[in-house]
T-cell receptor, first 111, second 115 residues
């Protein structure tokens, strides 16, 4: 079973920041938080990952709470192309194990 | 930017026929994964390779599914015979394979429809 909990769906207005929450209250000290997204009929796309510190790349920012029990993915200026299912995943840091996907959050960007 | 290649993108077949899917991982990636995604659900692992060796095939229906990665580069997933319940998206992913939760990069997938 997935070790994360996400809202099933969210709406965000185009041009606004989209903030996607994820709960991972049972995360271990050696587990990363990963985010992927899947646009309709395409393969999952890697977005970002982090262990303890907040991370930012050209796609998004990842904010991890100090106790590491939850995190938020931020898309700073959402566009219609960001409409997708977003998956929050925890992965053990010292193994190349399979990814266990949950149900994710279906993000709708509204024009 | 290097990508994982898969073919075909779409496949329609009749039940009891044989089908095969091909995956070419990102160059230099030692670990290769095949996932299956049923409509409305998240992908689930079928088989994982480290170079040419199978690391995890616990969820592969071995009576009808087979997978190989003979030279440790590209891989083929075969279903024989196909059943109606095999209709799904078949996704290939690859990673460096250093043993430190390397990022997995996914291909575009093969959409299989069994009639």
């Amino acid at each position: 079973d997935a070790k994360t909990t996400q809202p099933p769906s969210m709406d965000c207005a185009e041009g606004r920041a989209a903030n996607l929450p994820c709960n991972h209250s049972t995360i271990s000290g050696n587990e990363y938080v990963y985010w992927y997204r899947q646009i309709h009929s395409q393969g999952p796309q890697y977005i970002i990952h982090g262990l303890k510190n907040n991370e930012t790349n050209e796609m998004a920012s990842l904010i991890i709470t100090e106790d590491r029990k939850s995190s938020t993915l931020i898309l700073p200026h959402a566009t219609l192309r960001d409409t997708a299912v977003y998956y929050c995943i925890v992965r053990v840091a010292n193994r190349d194990d399979k990814i266990i996907f949950g149900k994710g959050t279906r993000l709708h960007i509204l024009p | 930017e290097a990508e994982v290649a898969q073919s075909p993108r779409y496949k329609i077949t009749e039940k009891s026929q044989a089908v095969a899917f091909w995956c070419d991982p990102i160059s230099g990636h030692a670990t290769l994964y095949w996932y299956r995604q049923i409509l409305g659900q998240g992908p689930e692992l079928l088989v994982q390779f480290q170079d040419e060796s199978v690391v995890d095939d616990s969820q592969l229906p071995k009576d009808r599914f087979s997978a190989e990665r003979l030279k440790g580069v590209d891989s083929t997933l075969k279903i024989q015979p196909a059943e109606l319940g095999d209709s799904a998206m078949y996704l290939c992913a690859s990673s460096l394979g250093t043993g430190r939760a390397d990022t997995q990069y996914f291909g575009p997938g093969t959409r299989l429809t069994v009639l």
